[in-house]
């Protein structure tokens, strides 16, 4: 398969990263590959744009970027947001009033280029860690930027009872998806990985028949459905795994190396 004028979108979590938060060195190698014979390769997370920085800054993304599942259009190349699409301020007694009804749960959120923790416990502990950042709460009404995006987190079955209790109250304005075993997020409405997609095709030209996309889990359903050949690795829900044109192997062992090496026997 030729690859010029290929866009190739990647997930990060689950997809192109594999055992101990590590990016396979043969995705590495399949990517370089596939950029030096013409290809265009992007990321697609939910991740913030500090956050990703240190998966992406490894495999030189060419072109718009999707972070905060959408919430944020990026240039890696030349640091440069593009696209910004924010929460309304009623997000704010959303969050509040998940807080009140699920004690346990703790969040964060997110404006284009910081995180904050609002409420605290151990999942969000060990997130922060993770992300090496301080984890310090601070009083919702001090974040004064717009809010991009929430991040709820508690055990899966605390997680899914949350996500049921949103169905329960009107919620203009936002829409919650799960992103995580442990995670649910809520984002500006009608914003997700798919419609950051949609725009990129229009800013761009490209077409649609050229743009492939690799995730494994439900935030990434709309990218995948967007995208004129959608690819899932084999850890992914079966759900996914159907809806896709190609399921290839598991993201431990190189999912986005499996699909470049597929697309260089095409």
Not at 18 to 27: D, K, L
Not at 163 to 175: D, I, M, N, S, W
Not at 200 to 206: D, E, H, P, S
Not at 247 to 255: I, L, T
């Amino acid at each position: 398969m030729k690859f010029q004028d290929v866009f190739l979108v990647s997930d990060l979590d689950g997809t192109l990263i594999g055992e101990n938060h590590t990016i396979p060195q043969r995705n590495i190698d399949a990517i370089r590959r596939f950029q030096e014979q013409g290809g265009r390769f992007a990321i697609a997370t939910g991740r913030s744009i500090d956050s990703g920085a240190r998966y992406y800054r490894r495999v030189f993304p060419k072109g718009l970027c999707v972070m905060l599942n959408g919430s944020i259009l990026y240039d890696c190349e030349l640091d440069h947001i593009a696209a910004v699409f924010s929460l309304p301020p009623e997000a704010k007694e959303y969050a509040r009033r998940l807080a009140e009804h699920f004690p346990e749960m703790g969040y964060e959120v997110f404006t284009q280029r910081e995180q904050y923790v609002v409420k605290e416990n151990q999942l969000v502990n060990e997130h922060m860690e993770h992300e090496n950042l301080p984890c310090t709460p601070v009083e919702d009404d001090s974040i004064t930027e717009p809010w991009c995006k929430v991040l709820f987190a508690a055990e899966p079955d605390v997680k899914q009872r949350m996500h049921a209790f949103t169905e329960t109250f009107a919620h203009p304005g936002v829409r919650f998806v799960q992103s995580d075993a442990r995670f649910l997020e809520m984002l500006p409405e009608g914003v997700d990985k798919g419609s950051a997609l949609e725009e990129i095709l229009r800013q761009t030209g490209l077409k649609r028949e050229k743009l492939i996309a690799i995730g494994d889990y439900y935030n990434d359903i709309e990218m995948l459905k967007t995208a004129g050949f959608a690819v899932v690795p084999s850890n992914a829900p079966e759900e996914l795994q159907q809806m896709a044109d190609l399921v290839v192997g598991d993201c431990r062992f190189g999912a986005v190396a499996d699909l470049i090496e597929y697309l260089e026997r095409a």
